[in-house]
Each structure stands twice: as C-alpha cells, then as structure tokens.
C-alpha cells in the first residue's frame, strides 16, 4: 500500500475518532444539563416571592436524550477499538 495512502486511511480514522468523542463530549453535556434540572421546590407562605421550580418527572424527551448519550458512547467505544486494532499486524488471524 501507498504510503501516502496510509497516511492519509490514518488521518481519516483519526478525525473519525474526535468526532466521535465530540458526539460523546455534547450528548454528556446535554445529559447531565438535564439531570441538574431536577431541583426541589420550597414553599414560602410568609411574604410574597417568586420561586422558579425545576421538573417534577423524566419525560419521554429525558429518555431519549438518556438514549442519545449511550448511542454515541458506544458508537466512541466501537470507533476507538477500531482505530486500535488498525496498528496491529496484519495476517495475525488469517492471510490478509
């Protein structure tokens, strides 16, 4: 193989990887932002106050964000174990 070529399939591999963990890194954040939405709320009868609550209960969109953020860890996990197993030799397990 070319090796131009090699360069470049490792370079394609590699920024198939941060992307990858981008989509990890967002959809965490997206998780965890909604997560810390569930606050309590207290309340005041002495005086006249406004209180901002958070949610009360998982919704159907809490669940697919939950969804969302498992899809892309192992979607990293597949890609990264791919972009490890390609500096291994080749013909270990057959002619190749």
Same mark, same amino acid.
């Given at each position: 193989?070319?090796?131009?070529?090699?360069?470049?399939?490792?370079?394609?591999?590699?920024?198939?990887?941060?992307?990858?963990?981008?989509?990890?890194?967002?959809?965490?954040?997206?998780?965890?932002?909604?997560?810390?939405?569930?606050?309590? /709320?207290?309340?005041?009868?002495?005086?006249?106050?406004?209180?901002? /609550?958070?949610?009360?209960?998982?919704?159907?969109?809490?669940?697919?964000?939950?969804?969302?953020?498992?899809?892309?860890?192992?979607? /990293?996990?597949?890609?990264?174990?791919?972009?490890?197993?390609?500096?291994?030799?080749?013909?270990?397990?057959?002619?190749?």
């Amino acid at each position: 193989m070319n090796t131009y070529k090699k360069v470049f399939l490792l370079l394609l591999k590699l920024i198939i990887l941060i992307v990858s963990l981008s989509f990890v890194y967002f959809t965490g954040l997206v998780f965890y932002r909604d997560m810390i939405s569930f606050e309590s /709320c207290s309340v005041n009868n002495t005086d006249l106050s406004i209180q901002s /609550c958070g949610k009360t209960s998982i919704g159907f969109g809490d669940v697919m964000i939950f969804i969302l953020f498992i899809l892309a860890l192992t979607f /990293c996990i597949s890609v990264l174990y791919w972009f490890i197993i390609s500096f291994r030799k080749k013909g270990r397990y057959g002619k190749s």
